[in-house]
């Protein structure tokens, strides 16, 4: 420790010295004289952030305030559809608008991108699936039904390159000959859990150009082969998936140095 670090705590002692003899003299009521000060100062947060280079030109300038004013009106209609979805006595019916669902993801999107972990709950978007079923401690999953694909839209991270990541389980193991999980042209790397026959992961690796007109990826799952579990469950079923995983690539890959 030098002699600038003690200078930096002797500082903070005497603030904190002051602020306690003063305790006892400071008022409970709410200045707002002060509190005046706070929206001048956040604007002026704002405008400095905001700033155009002096060297556009007009065309340009143009461009760069409409591109902002239009992200404005988007989350201020995005908020309006939110508040709209409100239901005290069905909080789930929020769910049921993917614009809704939509302001939720890119408000998560620009306060973090932390690796996120799903069931197949309510918060997934999806078609071609028997009705969720709870198990355990209340994780959701689904089973795919017989059809062209059965799809899921899972929250991704905005535009940065990630996996995907899909736990799951079939019935039998030859339905893994005829199984496919893509997005686009991009196909998941699909194998067995510790010497399993019928627990899967499957990896899909999105690049962030490919993840920027949503904040959902759209992820197609086929089957060739669909199966009776039992002869008292009249149902044909594919795989069923019960949690997604998604977390960036410079994750994936300091975690394959480290190990």
């Known amino acids: 420790m030098n002699d600038d670090d003690?200078?930096?705590?002797?500082?903070?002692?005497?603030?904190?010295?002051?602020?306690?003899?003063?305790?006892?003299?400071?008022?409970?009521?709410?200045?707002?004289?002060?509190?005046?000060?706070?929206?001048?100062?956040?604007?002026?947060?704002?405008?400095?952030?905001?700033?155009?280079?002096?060297?556009?030109?007009?065309?340009?300038i143009y461009e760069q305030i409409n591109k902002r004013v239009s992200q404005v009106q988007a989350q201020l209609y995005l908020m309006r559809l939110e508040f709209e979805s409100r239901d005290a006595r069905d909080p789930a019916r929020i769910y049921e608008d993917p614009l809704v669902i939509a302001a939720y993801g890119e408000r998560i999107d620009t306060m973090v991108k932390a690796p996120r972990t799903f069931s197949f709950g309510p918060e997934i978007i999806a078609y071609g699936w028997f009705p969720l079923e709870r198990v355990g401690s209340g994780q959701a999953r689904?089973?795919?039904?017989?059809?062209?694909?059965?799809?899921?839209?899972?929250?991704?991270?905005?535009?940065?390159?990630?996996?995907?990541?899909?736990?799951?389980?079939?019935?039998?193991?030859?339905?893994?000959?005829?199984?496919?999980?893509?997005?686009?042209?991009?196909?998941?790397?699909?194998?067995?859990?510790?010497?399993?026959?019928?627990?899967?992961?499957?990896?899909?690796?999105?690049?962030?150009?490919?993840?920027?007109?949503?904040?959902?990826?759209?992820?197609?799952?086929?089957?060739e082969k669909f199966m009776r579990p039992s002869e008292a469950d009249p149902r044909w079923l594919g795989a069923y998936v019960g949690k997604f995983k998604v977390y960036a690539l410079s994750e994936a890959a300091a975690e394959g140095k480290a190990g």
Request: charged share 25%; aromatic share 6%; proline share 4%.
């Open 6 to 60: 003690l200078v930096k705590i002797a500082e903070q002692v005497s603030l904190l010295m002051q602020l306690d003899r003063t305790r006892p003299k400071l008022g409970k009521e709410i200045d707002m004289n002060v509190l005046a000060n706070v929206p001048a100062y956040v604007a002026s947060v704002f405008e400095e952030a905001n700033a155009l280079n002096e060297d556009l030109s007009p065309a340009e």
């Open 142 to 223: 689904r089973w795919m039904r017989p059809g062209d694909a059965s799809v899921a839209c899972v929250p991704h991270l905005g535009t940065v390159d990630q996996v995907i990541e899909i736990h799951g389980d079939l019935l039998k193991n030859e339905q893994l000959a005829g199984f496919e999980i893509r997005v686009g042209d991009t196909r998941a790397d699909i194998t067995l859990v510790n010497g399993s026959k019928t627990q899967f992961v499957a990896k899909l690796t999105m690049k962030a150009d490919a993840l920027t007109t949503s904040n959902y990826t759209a992820i197609e799952f086929r089957m």
